[in-house]
């Protein structure tokens, strides 16, 4: 694991995963540095494919996020994504499968892919999100 993901991790109260985690190891790892909420992806194993959902839903600090981890094409999975959970009014959805970092806010709903810290071609990220209270107080593209 890089060592800028560790340094996060070690920092963070809740760690959020996205999917494709592609080996077992991985969530044992993170779990070393705080409580873990995943979804599948369509690169993991079928060991943790039953052990994560599809789809997640979780109330934290305010907000009702959906987590998932997306299909098809990665071009316009940002709106895939917020119309498949459009009908639940989320205050924001995370999302991986295209490991590329999208952020932005449509129809008041935050829109977040923390990208990949494992993305081959050197456009590794993740995200550190910060919420307090009903209000996101931090939200840091981490470039490596």
């Known amino acids: 694991m890089p060592g800028r993901v560790v340094?996060?991790?070690?920092?963070?109260?809740?760690?959020?995963?996205?999917?494709?985690?592609?080996?077992?190891?991985?969530?044992?790892e993170l779990e070393r540095f705080a409580p873990v909420k995943a979804v599948h992806g369509n690169m993991d194993p079928r060991d943790l494919q039953e052990r994560y959902p599809e789809f997640l839903e979780l109330d934290l600090e305010g907000f009702r996020i959906f987590m998932t981890h997306g299909t098809g094409p990665r071009f316009g999975i940002e709106n895939r994504i917020h119309a498949r959970?459009?009908?639940?009014?989320?205050?924001?959805?995370?999302?991986?499968?295209?490991?590329?970092?999208?952020?932005?806010?449509?129809?008041?709903?935050i829109r977040l892919n923390p990208g990949s810290p494992a993305e081959p071609g050197g456009r590794r990220s993740f995200a550190v999100l910060t919420l307090e209270h009903g209000a996101v107080t931090g939200l840091e593209r981490v470039l490596f």
Do not use: T, Y
């Open 7 to 28: 340094e996060a991790c070690a920092e963070s109260d809740l760690i959020l995963h996205c999917g494709d985690m592609v080996d077992r190891s991985v969530p044992r």
């Open 85 to 109: 959970f459009a009908p639940q009014r989320p205050d924001m959805v995370i999302f991986g499968h295209s490991h590329v970092f999208h952020h932005d806010v449509r129809d008041g709903v």
